[in-house]
């Protein structure tokens, strides 16, 4: 569906701005979509990160609380108070690290002017999920992840629901029909999912000492671990182990991801490639996560190359009509992240 209200070009230009500060990565695969549903998903995008950096803020629950209610409030009405939000806002910037996410936070209102712009369709499914976002974010505030089900439900809460709201987009964009979203329907959830774990594994050592704790108890305790000891250097053995069970918990859900993928009209080709970047980007962090004590020192980051970027993106245009070519590429590369997980196993 097109957009039916006129946009203000520089309130849409300002959160094109903020995107790759925010997000190189997920900039990177919104820029390939078709016009017209890269805004939607951009702008979606944003949305949900606000969402997210409320709840990653240092503030007290009942600051969050606040903000988010405000937040999804003004989400249902025009012209924004800025007032309203404003004092939250100021709140939280006190309590947020990144200065990209100071950038966001002060482009809120640029943000919901391009909401604004969008069909009541598209806004009703935003909003829809970004409702069922903040619940499950608040949720989780003072609930520890006991295992890996309550892990899976963290991450749909995060993640989970994109896929869901990306599904609708693409329908409501005209890009897929009522059935074949109904099917993809089924497979969306976990290819969030996938993609959140990724995040989840690699950013660990960053996010202990910031009280975010996702790596499930019972697999530490097992170990003979706890928050306190993952990342400690002398306790490395131990941790390698759990990294190992991080990874071969989260490889299945990508199977969903490949398939979701290749169920997508074959014409559609850059609805295709903003699902291929992704899903191999996460298949290629998998690899160089395992085994890699990188992971639990947090003056080091984990991530793939620039080079290798440029190879999935490349690949992804290329293999993108081609399932069977689809399927093979990504056989491979679960193949050489099993292979690390046995050599690393011992097996």
């Not at 803020?57 to 969050?64: G, R, V, W």
């Not at 988010?68 to 939250?88: N, T």
């Not at 100071?102 to 999920?129: H, M, Q, T």
């Not at 975010?212 to 305790?221: A, H, S, T, Y």
């Amino acid at each position: 569906m097109a957009i039916i209200l006129p946009m203000k070009n520089g309130h849409l230009k300002r959160c094109w701005e903020i995107l790759p500060a925010v997000s190189r990565s997920f900039a990177l695969c919104i820029q390939k979509l078709p016009a017209g549903l890269d805004e939607k998903i951009m702008l979606a995008y944003l949305v949900f990160r606000v969402i997210d950096t409320i709840e990653d803020s240092s503030a007290p629950l009942e600051t969050k609380e606040e903000a988010f209610a405000e937040f999804l409030a003004l989400m249902e009405q025009r012209p924004v108070d800025e007032k309203r939000f404003g004092l939250h806002r100021d709140m939280l910037v006190a309590r947020i690290d990144h200065t990209y996410e100071r950038a966001l936070f002060d482009n809120v209102p640029s943000v919901f002017e391009v909401f604004y712009g969008f069909g009541a369709e598209e806004r009703a499914v935003i909003l829809k999920y970004a409702r069922e976002m903040v619940e499950g974010m608040l949720k989780f505030q003072n609930t520890p992840i006991a295992d890996f089900k309550a892990q899976e439900e963290y991450c749909y809460y995060v993640a989970g629901i994109v896929g869901y709201l990306n599904t609708h987009l693409f329908h409501l964009s005209g890009h897929i029909g009522a059935e074949l979203r109904d099917e993809l329907l089924g497979l969306s959830k976990n290819f969030g999912i996938a993609l959140q774990k990724v995040n989840v594994l690699r950013d660990v050592a960053y996010d202990i000492p910031q009280g975010r704790k996702f790596w499930p108890l019972d697999v530490l305790q097992k170990h003979g671990l706890t928050y306190e000891t993952l990342c400690a250097p002398e306790r490395r053995a131990d941790a390698m182990k759990v990294l190992a069970e991080m990874v071969e918990n989260a490889l299945p859900y990508l199977e969903d991801a490949i398939e979701y993928t290749t169920r997508l009209p074959r014409f559609e080709v850059r609805v295709r490639v903003f699902c291929l970047i992704p899903l191999f980007m996460a298949l290629e962090s998998y690899a160089k996560c395992v085994g890699n004590e990188d992971i639990f020192n947090s003056g080091k980051t984990v991530k793939i190359s620039k080079e290798d970027v440029a190879r999935i993106v490349r690949h992804s245009f290329v293999l993108s009509p081609f399932n069977g070519a689809l399927r093979r590429w990504f056989r491979s590369c679960t193949a050489d992240v099993r292979q690390k997980l046995s050599a690393t196993n011992g097996r």
